[in-house]
């Protein structure tokens, strides 16, 4: 799987609201600079994004195969689609399994390559989804499958009886939790790869001392490392031994270009430890 990967959950109607002919244009373009796994999730756009990833996949003309699919499934969201009385979450093997092939008649493809249960809910039961993955792992309409949000116990718990191979989770410079609390430690211990969504972090949505630090800090890093701030902040998740993938969320082609040059980039353990005691506000322990 590409070391990028791009977010597509504001392509649609909780964004940009793409046209066709634009989505299919912006595939084109990831594909031409090496960006090939897109991230998808079937509430994305109240249940229209997928759809309409799909449309600009046809009319791309770019082969399935050079294509990486990620969906994700378990959320109920209230929406002009489904008027909910509350939002919720089904991990019900029949929910599951309807979910996905809808996922694949939106996205208009004959499988995912990555099926992702999008949150935890305290009322999962193991067997049920363990049925569920097994049914699609048999039809071939799901090649792999893993996890969303979830902590290591409850990644623990649905090892008992499935096989996992991915965990997204919030990961960044300004949500470093994950690096300290063993679930990066989980992961590299059970070889189960983590994608990293919000990878930028909030230096750039929020004021206050701590953006101001970190801020300052990535100025002068940029002009030692010749590199952005955004690239800077990827270079810094990138160089976690846990191999972290980063979903970037930009609709900007400029901006996943930067991003995929990224990939490459190492940081002076120094400035790695200086970027993690600003956003600290003090020495590492």
Known sequence: MDRIIVGTMTWGIWGRNFSTA?????????????LTCFDHADIYGGYTTEQAFGKGFVASNIPREQ??????????????????????????????????ENSLKNLQTDYLDVLLLHRPSPLMDVNEIAAAFETLSKEGKVR?????????????????????????????????????????????????????????????????????????????????????????????????????????????????KTAKETSNVKLDIQDWFLLLEAQKGERVP
């Not at 634009?22 to 090496?34: H, R, T, V, Y």
């Not at 939790?177 to 590299?188: A, E, I, K, R, V």
Request: aromatic letters at 8%; glycine letters at 4%; hydrophobic letters at 40%.
């Open 144 to 256: 792999s499958f893993g996890a969303s949000n979830f902590s290591p116990s409850l990644l623990q718990l649905l090892q008992k009886e499935v096989s996992l191979h991915w965990n997204q989770i919030e990961c960044s410079l300004s949500q470093s939790s994950s690096m300290f609390d063993g679930t990066l430690d989980y992961h590299q211990i059970h070889a189960i790869g983590t994608m990293a969504w919000s990878p930028l972090g909030s230096f750039f949505k929020e004021e206050n001392s701590t953006g101001k630090r970190v801020k300052e800090l990535l100025s002068s890093l940029a002009q030692k490392y010749t590199l952005t701030e955004d690239q800077l902040l990827l270079a810094w998740l990138l160089q976690h031994p846990a191999r972290i993938h980063p979903v970037v969320g930009t609709t900007r082609i400029d901006r996943l």
């Open 22 to 34: 634009e989505i299919a244009q912006l595939i084109e373009d990831c594909i031409e600079i090496g």
């Open 67 to 100: 294509l990486t699919h990620i969906s994700k499934c378990g959320i109920q969201y209230p929406s002009e689609a489904r008027p909910l009385a509350v939002k919720h979450y089904d991990y019900s093997k029949k929910h599951i399994i309807a979910s996905v």
